[in-house]
């Protein structure tokens, strides 16, 4: 699921082999959602200590005799809601069975075949936008920098190591964003420094 954001799915009768596999289908540092119960809190606990995440009890993911119509899509709307805070966060649900059920259905329709107490989907996500803001004043601080040292360093390191170190990035699906945000900064601060210096150039007594 490298474009998807994984949301893993965890019946509250899940037993310790089960929520031991949440070391294999989910990333350190997921956020678990709990019923508040007993029985879910005590899975989610377990499930909270095999990734190294948090627990957060959900009053709507509590069990109920008759869920009315819209229930599903109130359990939809709450899991993306999580999950839209870090599209680069997994997110563990912990419910019970009636409850996961639902949720599936409306959830991943489409992901339902692996079954189990503990089934894995997968949100579609679009990469996070670069910060222009942060990009133009990394880049230009790496320009002014360049000029700065350049008796110290050769005028160029900063801009090429930005660039190198963008592009680094670009082969790890979570820090993408950074990656192109280093190499508009590189390009940025390539800009600032031939500016600076062509302008010490034609105004010595400036520099």
Known sequence: MADSQRITVVSAVAGPEDVGRLRRCADRGAL???APTAEAKGVAESAARAVAGSVKPELELAPVRFPDVDRGHRLDALVREHALVDRFRDVVVVADPATVTLLLRVLAPNQLASGGPVTVVGLPRAEPPISFGRALGLGGGIGVLSVVL?????ILVLPIGAAVAGVSLLAVPSRRRTGRELLLAA???LFVLIM????SRRFPATM
Not at 196 to 199: D, Q, R
């Open 32 to 34: 678990v959602l709990t």
């Open 150 to 154: 350049q008796l110290v360093v050769p």
């Open 187 to 189: 390009v940025v601060g």
């Open 196 to 199: 600076l210096v062509a302008s």
